[in-house]
């Protein structure tokens, strides 16, 4: 028989060594996140997934689940902070969803909706990176990127390859390819790699295949009342 703790009042199994979010994922459970992916370690820097419990708050997805702990995820003060997280997203990329091709299929705008931003109330920073469009079948647009290392990870990890990795530190934090031209082009990434699917936002993108499943049609489109079912549905 499992433990369980407490999720918002109501008692949630978990296995030795589970995190919260993996549990409360388990269990149907929405905590929300962006750089959490069930398939990989957690990272735990955007820290949408932050959760209150013994008085303090902690991050879901690298807080390990313990016998009788009491978690708060639904709150109006959390929420409030979460939103205040993606409001600084929106403002230090270029998220312009109705010109993106990922609309409707990116997690960060769909938890942005689910959360109810409604504006970014902070003022625009507008970078100016260089898309990198030097590889045949996939496009970088760095101007979108919420640093999360899920591709960073799924290229090491997974593919092998270790084609991306993060430089810089703070506000210079950016993506980078590991590749001495700086260019997808000159890496081994293809566009079946695991990598080239993971990105939650519209940073790495296939070529010929973005309107292929219509606006209207999308994940998030067909599952505005559910964000486990919408999360899952962008992994
Ligand atoms: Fe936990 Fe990003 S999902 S810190």
Known sequence: MSDTFFLDGEAIPFSPGQTLIQAARAAGKY???????????AHGSCRLCIVRCGGREVAACTTLAAAGLEVENASAELDAARRTLLQLLFVEGNHFCPACEKSGDCLLQSTAYRLGMRDPHFEHFYPDRPLDASHPDVLIDFN???????????????????VFAIAGRGAQAHLVVGAPSGRLADTAFAASDRAAG????????????????????????LEQADGCTAAAALE
């Open 144 to 162: 979108r990127c919420i640093l999360c290392e899920l591709c960073v990870r799924a290229s090491r990890d997974i593919d092998g390859k270790d």
């Open 31 to 41: 905590i929300p996140h962006l750089c959490w992916h069930p398939d990989f370690g």
């Open 198 to 221: 993971v990105c939650p936002v519209g940073a790495i993108l296939r070529k010929r295949v973005g309107f292929a499943i219509p606006i209207g049609a999308r994940a998030c489109d």
